[in-house]
């Protein structure tokens, strides 16, 4: 994705601003500007918050009555039916929520996030009659009052990785006076750390070799999908494997009690509980897979796009459909990876797949997608389009009535471009001709593009700037934007990452793709460099990111680039450039991480990199 500084990111910042406007005076910056200890040789990345949904009863939370964690009415949980509920008594009255926390050593980031609702009945504007603490350890991250009422829920985010490697109280105290209630809801609270990681001894990715057939209908506006999808796949691991669980990432723009993405009728295997805010469901297999085995999961589907010009969601007759096809979580030495998702950037990690994919749709609506696709005639007035796709990470597409135009890169890519209206002629021929161009020039340095044709989309409306998916992207018009964006087909495509805990290994690469296509050097760069805190790296996680989101693009992308045009420099043009493309082939629909990477750049050179990662802050 590349972002741009538009409306819905100031919106953000405005947030990340008020919370820190709450926090107590005379308390430590707490946990937004605390600075994190040397990262240790290993980090094992974690969520450290047991039943922060209370989905699972009590345990192990310690309450002060038992009322405090509720479904009863009067409010509503955030995810699920359960939530803690403190106060709202009208009295004098304090509830108390606490849970013992381990963070690990090692990690370079430990972000604390919860969902909080405030209401009351007291009517002042200026006096906080009624206050709920947040504390981790003995330092206080906020506190909230009946000041800070709202309509609904807003998450919270704390860095709090000035913890790692101890055991701390989170704690949450909640006081009324007199008269008057003021209920502060707690729901899905998560401790996510990450960072500074060495990859564990087993660090085999599995579930392997995914095949999913899909086969949709959709109503006569896009904006509604149903049918059926099925999915192969094979156990790699030496460790029997009993369970997986699909990430239904598009259930963020919805809630729990309405979930954009519906998954019933499982077979080959029994639906478990949905989590992490209704984005991952479990599902037991129906035997265990032994090393080598494989098995098969099925389960109808119902996708419903909400309004917006987003990267899943509907701007008047145009439709995007990104990441609503429920797709495997990867689990390796870490575990399951089963990571929130982030707005900011992309939280999604999986496997090179095969897609087939069947489109029922109005023949009034043009569908690209993800591979290649064939239309054929359906029913009256309607047209399926099947799409199949070889070694792709995940499926997206978008429907509406489209203006089209077609052409071939020099080196022979298929190249579809479909506007919305609005967009001028001109403007659409010139982003077909940046995308001959930008496709080409990315597989001459790294490798020949292997999906057939390419589909971009271009919407001026578009908040997040550009946003990639294999095979088909979604952009401004922008020769910047969509040339990075294509560039996402090598790194983030091919060349695969954990996007939530690894971001730069692909935004910073494309980034500094994009400027090689540009013909730009980065010379000086990496003087404009100014760190906001010891612990920010050019490597941390989402997690990190979420709690800094003014820093994300400037460090990641801008710094990111920098750094690697540095390597360049350090290395030599020719080394460089054999290093990347040697590296993109040995990980072809693979994935990387920090670690190889920088043995790779390490063996590239006889020079000692030690200090230039240290100087760049590239950590792993």
């Known amino acids: 994705m590349r972002p741009t500084p538009l409306k819905a990111l100031a919106a953000r910042l405005i947030v990340v601003a008020a919370l820190a406007a709450v926090s107590l005076p005379g308390t430590p910056a707490a946990a937004e500007t605390s600075t994190a200890p040397a990262a240790a040789a290993a980090c094992t990345p974690a969520q450290v918050v ?34 803690a509920w403190l106060d709202g008594v009208g009295s004098t009255h304090t509830d108390t929520l606490s849970q013992s926390v381990t963070i690990p050593s090692g990690c370079s980031s430990a972000s604390l996030t919860f969902w909080l609702h405030i209401d009351t009945t007291e009517t002042t504007s200026s006096t906080a009659y009624d206050k709920l603490t947040a504390k981790i350890g003995s ?11 709202a309509s609904g829920y807003a998450q919270k985010t704390f860095d709090v990785s000035a913890f790692a490697g101890q055991t701390v109280t989170l704690a949450f105290t909640g006081t009324e006076d007199s008269s008057l209630q003021t209920s502060f809801v707690l729901d899905d609270l998560a401790l996510n750390t990450s960072g500074g990681t060495t990859p564990p001894a087993d660090s085999t990715r599995t579930p392997a070799a995914p095949g999913y057939t899909v086969s949709l209908t959709s ?23 009993s369970e997986v669980y699909l990430r239904l990432w598009d259930n963020y723009h919805g809630t729990c009690s309405a979930m954009p993405i519906v998954v019933s009728n499982v077979s080959g295997g029994t639906a478990g509980s949905l989590s992490v805010a209704c984005t991952a469901l479990q599902i037991s297999l129906s035997s265990p897979l032994a090393q080598g085995q494989s098995a098969t999961i099925g389960f109808d589907l119902a996708i419903t796009v909400p309004s917006g010009a987003d990267r899943f969601g509907y701007d008047g007759a145009f439709v995007n459909i990104g990441n609503a096809l429920p797709v495997l979580a990867v689990k390796d ?22 897609f087939k994919v069947t489109l029922d749709h109005p023949t009034s609506l043009l569908v690209p997608a993800t591979g290649t696709s064939v239309d054929a005639a359906g029913s009256s007035g309607r047209t399926v389009t099947t799409a199949t796709a070889s070694k792709v990470r995940d499926f997206a597409w978008a429907a509406g009535p489209f203006s089209k135009i077609s052409g071939t890169s020099p080196a022979g890519t298929a190249i579809n471009i479909y506007s919305v209206s609005g967009i001028s002629s001109s403007d659409s021929q010139s982003m077909l001709s ?18 057939g044709e390419l589909d971009a989309v271009i919407d001026n409306n578009y908040w997040f700037g550009g946003m990639e998916y294999p095979g088909f992207v979604l952009d401004l018009v922008s020769t910047t934007a969509l040339t990075h964006e294509i560039g996402h087909q090598w790194f983030y495509g091919i060349v695969g990452d954990d ?16 400027d090689l296509a540009q013909g730009k050097t980065g010379t000086s760069c990496w003087s404009s460099v100014s760190w906001a ?23 990641v992308y801008g710094y990111g680039k920098c750094a690697l045009h540095d390597l360049r420099r350090a290395l030599g043009d020719t080394a460089m450039a054999n290093l990347l493309k040697s590296y993109a082939t040995s990980h072809w629909y693979g994935v990387s991480t920090t670690a190889e990477f920088k043995a790779a750049a390490q063996a590239a050179t006889t020079t000692d990199l030690t200090s230039f990662w240290t100087t760049h802050r590239i950590v792993g």
Request: glycine share 8%; proline share 3%; charged share 10%.
């Open 50 to 83: 047991t039943n922060g949904g209370f989905e699972s009863g009590t345990s192990p939370w310690t309450q002060s009555s038992t009322s405090v964690i509720t479904s009863r009415t009067g409010q509503t949980a955030h995810g699920g039916t359960t939530f």
């Open 139 to 149: 330092t206080t991250l906020a506190t909230y009052s009946n000041l800070n009422k």
């Open 219 to 241: 109503n006569t506006s896009g904006t509604s999908w149903s049918g059926h999808e099925s999915v192969t796949f094979t156990n790699a691991s030496s460790t029997s494997l």
């Open 333 to 354: 030495g870490s575990g399951w990876h089963l990571d929130p998702y982030t707005n900011n950037g992309e939280s999604f990690y999986s496997l090179a797949a095969d």
């Open 434 to 451: 940046t995308a001959k161009s930008a496709v080409d020039a990315h597989a001459a340095r790294f490798g020949a593009y292997p999906y």
């Open 499 to 514: 996007e939530y805990n690894n971001p730069w290994l692909d935004e910073a690469f494309t980034d500094y793709a994009t």
């Open 533 to 555: 805190s010891s612990a920010e790296n050019i490597t941390n996680s989402m997690a990190y990111w979420d709690a800094h989101s003014s820093r994300y693009s400037t460090v």
